[in-house]
Each structure stands twice: as structure tokens, then as C-alpha cells.
């Protein structure tokens, strides 16, 4: 009995398949092999790939203008520039304990913007996003504040709620106390330095960097001098001696 041959194994070849398709207009190799598959690049034409290209643009045009209008997603303009800057600096000196607790410094942080011609500009209130901040204590010197003395830097009242640039303002004031003299940290003055709360933040504020206040030095009370006036002076000296009647000068 004559021995049988297995059957062939069925196969395709890719070329063949693209053959197959240049030779049928409507087809193409997706639809030949059976299953999704990009075409080839030599299948598409200088005129099919200009289309494509120009249908990508569009839908990319597309999602970056509702972007835009995401809450979430930075309101800054096109080639406009804008950064924080300390409109009103606190005083030099800071006396802790004269005054009660209503003795307190305050600094004012604004936020600037420019627009492509370096003009200063406003965008509208509808397209501003809130941004909130964050006070942070350094040193003079720029080392920060370990966090354990972090609580040296205290808000006066509820001011933490106004640490927030708002669209109507575009501005910050915080009223704040230092409550440790400079001569309990080596002589050092302090500084504040205030950025973009990025947790708190919803809109994408990376151009924004921090700025510093300038270096204030904590202290306790004034010196007052001590009276010295001419009079008394003049009763530690002792008095004149009295002449007798009779005595010569």
C-alpha cells in the first residue's frame, strides 16, 4: 500500500499579500490577512501621506485648545511672561516682644505679567487660575531652617486662608511674626522665602520661581539709655565746701 503525504502546511507570504493588494485598488493588506494591520509605507502615496499629516495637526490643534480650557491647565498666555515678585518687604528689625501679639511684619508678594511685546499685561479675570503659596523660613545665608524650627515663622490671626493670588487682586499680603531672637540661632538674620504651593495648585505654574525677602533680625527689646544728664551729674558731686565768717578767701 503506497505511503501518503502529509498535506501542506498552509502559508502565506507578506510580499504576495502586497502584491496582491497593489494589484486590487479596493483592497488593501488589513483586509487581505484578515486582521487590523498598519499599511506599509510604500503603500501610501505623497498625497494620502499629506492628508494624514495635516488631519494629525488638526486634531493636535484641537486638544491643545481644550486643554486650555480644562481647569487644571496653566492659564498663561502664548509668548507672554509673567513671575512673582515682593511688592512690599517687612522691616529690617522685628522686636518680639514689644507690642503684645499685634506686633507682627507683613510682606506683599504680586504677581506680574508681560505680554509678547514686554509690555506690562493682564489677562482677563475668566481665564486666571487661583494660586495659592507656600512660606517657607531660611537663613540669611540661604541654608533653610531645619523643619523642627520651622515654627519660629507663625501667621498673625487666620492669614494662612489669604496666602492665595486671586484673579481679582493678582496679590498677597501676609502678616507673619518671628518668634525666636537671631542671638538663639548664632546671630543669624532670617529670610522668607515664598513659592507656588504645587500640591495646592491646580493650574501649571512651572515658570513661576520662588523669591526671597529680603534678611530680617529678630530681636527681643529695645535698649533704652540710661539717664545722664548734666544735673545729675551734678548732685554726685560734692558740695561746696562753706566758708566761716571771718575766713578768708
Given at each position: 500500500?503506497?505511503?501518503?503525504?502529509?498535506?501542506?502546511?498552509?502559508?502565506?507570504?507578506?510580499?504576495?499579500?502586497?502584491?496582491?493588494?497593489?494589484?486590487?485598488?479596493?483592497?488593501?493588506?488589513?483586509?487581505?490577512?484578515?486582521?487590523?494591520?498598519?499599511p506599509?509605507?510604500?503603500?501610501?502615496?505623497?498625497?494620502?501621506s499629506?492628508?494624514?499629516?495635516t488631519?494629525?495637526?488638526?486634531?493636535?490643534?484641537?486638544?491643545?485648545t481644550?486643554?486650555?480650557?480644562?481647569?487644571?491647565?496653566?492659564?498663561?498666555?502664548?509668548?507672554?511672561?509673567?513671575?512673582?515678585?515682593?511688592?512690599?518687604?517687612?522691616?529690617?528689625?522685628f522686636?518680639?516682644?514689644?507690642?503684645?501679639?499685634?506686633?507682627?511684619?507683613?510682606v506683599e508678594?504680586?504677581?506680574?505679567?508681560?505680554?509678547?511685546?514686554?509690555?506690562?499685561?493682564?489677562?482677563?479675570?475668566?481665564?486666571?487660575?487661583?494660586?495659592?503659596?507656600?512660606?517657607?523660613?531660611?537663613?540669611?545665608?540661604?541654608?533653610?531652617?531645619?523643619?523642627?524650627?520651622?515654627?519660629?515663622?507663625?501667621?498673625?490671626?487666620?492669614d494662612?486662608?489669604?496666602?492665595v493670588?486671586?484673579?481679582?487682586?493678582?496679590?498677597?499680603?501676609?502678616?507673619?511674626?518671628?518668634?525666636?531672637?537671631?542671638?538663639?540661632?548664632?546671630?543669624?538674620?532670617?529670610?522668607?522665602?515664598?513659592?507656588?504651593?504645587?500640591e495646592?495648585?491646580?493650574?501649571?505654574?512651572?515658570?513661576?520661581?520662588?523669591?526671597?525677602?529680603?534678611?530680617?533680625?529678630?530681636?527681643s527689646?529695645?535698649?533704652?539709655?540710661?539717664?545722664?544728664?548734666?544735673?545729675?551729674?551734678?548732685?554726685?558731686?560734692?558740695?561746696?565746701?562753706?566758708?566761716?565768717?571771718?575766713?578768708?578767701?
Amino acid at each position: 500500500m503506497p505511503k501518503r503525504e502529509p498535506p501542506a502546511e498552509s502559508s502565506f507570504h507578506l510580499p504576495g499579500l502586497v502584491a496582491a493588494a497593489n494589484g486590487h485598488p479596493g483592497s488593501d493588506a488589513a483586509t487581505i490577512i484578515g486582521f487590523p494591520l498598519a499599511p506599509p509605507p510604500n503603500l501610501l502615496s505623497p498625497k494620502s501621506s499629506s492628508t494624514a499629516n495635516t488631519v494629525a495637526t488638526s486634531v493636535m490643534s484641537s486638544i491643545k485648545t481644550e486643554m486650555m480650557t480644562i481647569p487644571g491647565f496653566s492659564s498663561k498666555r502664548p509668548n507672554w511672561t509673567r513671575r512673582l515678585v515682593i511688592t512690599k518687604q517687612p522691616a529690617s528689625e522685628f522686636y518680639k516682644d514689644e507690642g503684645g501679639k499685634a506686633n507682627a511684619l507683613e510682606v506683599e508678594v504680586t504677581l506680574v505679567e508681560f505680554n509678547d511685546l514686554g509690555e506690562s499685561a493682564r489677562s482677563p479675570d475668566k481665564e486666571f487660575i487661583d494660586i495659592p503659596l507656600r512660606i517657607l523660613l531660611f537663613f540669611e545665608s540661604g541654608k533653610r531652617v531645619d523643619d523642627s524650627d520651622q515654627e519660629i515663622f507663625r501667621f498673625v490671626g487666620n492669614d494662612y486662608d489669604s496666602v492665595v493670588i486671586r484673579s481679582s487682586t493678582r496679590k498677597a499680603l501676609v502678616q507673619f511674626r518671628l518668634e525666636k531672637v537671631s542671638r538663639r540661632k548664632d546671630g543669624q538674620r532670617f529670610k522668607l522665602r515664598i513659592e507656588v504651593d504645587q500640591e495646592q495648585c491646580t493650574a501649571n505654574v512651572a515658570d513661576l520661581t520662588p523669591v526671597f525677602t529680603n534678611a530680617i533680625c529678630v530681636l527681643s527689646k529695645r535698649k533704652h539709655p540710661s539717664y545722664n544728664s548734666d544735673s545729675s551729674i551734678r548732685v554726685k558731686e560734692p558740695p561746696p565746701k562753706l566758708l566761716k565768717r571771718g575766713e578768708l578767701l
